[in-house]
Nanobody
Framework: QLQLVESGGGLVQPGGSLRLSCAASGTTLQYYTIGWFRQAPGKEREGVSCDSQSGGSTNYPDSVKGRFTISRDNAKNTVYLQMNSLKPEDTAVYYC?????????????????WGQGTQVTVSS
């Protein structure tokens, strides 16, 4: 059974960078589309970035385009989210999620396996 564990969150100053990791166990991620989502206090969970089983990747909010990059290392069974030029509004709990689907989706309900989340706080 697929399990996901996120790591790499923390406190960073505005303009800084973090790399989040999503390590999988139980089965290979090769046959899954992986999404990164975030949820800030009082807000709905939103899709941030996605790497599809078909080989494509995308970022969803305009606010992260050009700053966030998703990548996958199948040998390590891990997906990464590189976050640069971080802003206070990026503060949230970040989750990775997996779905046995061919294409990406920004909808949390399209993903059935979730990690526990990792806190990212951007503050001076």
């Amino acid at each position: 059974q697929l399990q996901l564990v996120e790591s790499g969150g923390g406190l960073v100053q505005p303009g800084g960078s973090l790399r989040l990791s999503c390590a999988a166990s139980g089965t290979t991620l090769q046959y899954y589309t992986i999404g990164w989502f975030r949820q800030a206090p009082g807000k709905e969970r939103e899709g941030v970035s996605c790497d599809s089983q078909s080989g494509g990747s995308t970022n969803y909010p305009d606010s992260v385009k050009g700053r966030f990059t998703i990548s996958r290392d199948n040998a390590k069974n891990t997906v990464y989210l590189q976050m640069n030029s971080l802003k206070p509004e990026d503060t949230a709990v970040y989750y990775c999620a997996a779905a046995p689907r061919w294409l990406c989706s920004a909808r949390p309900t399209d993903f059935g396996v979730w990690g526990q989340g990792t806190q990212v706080t951007v503050s001076s």
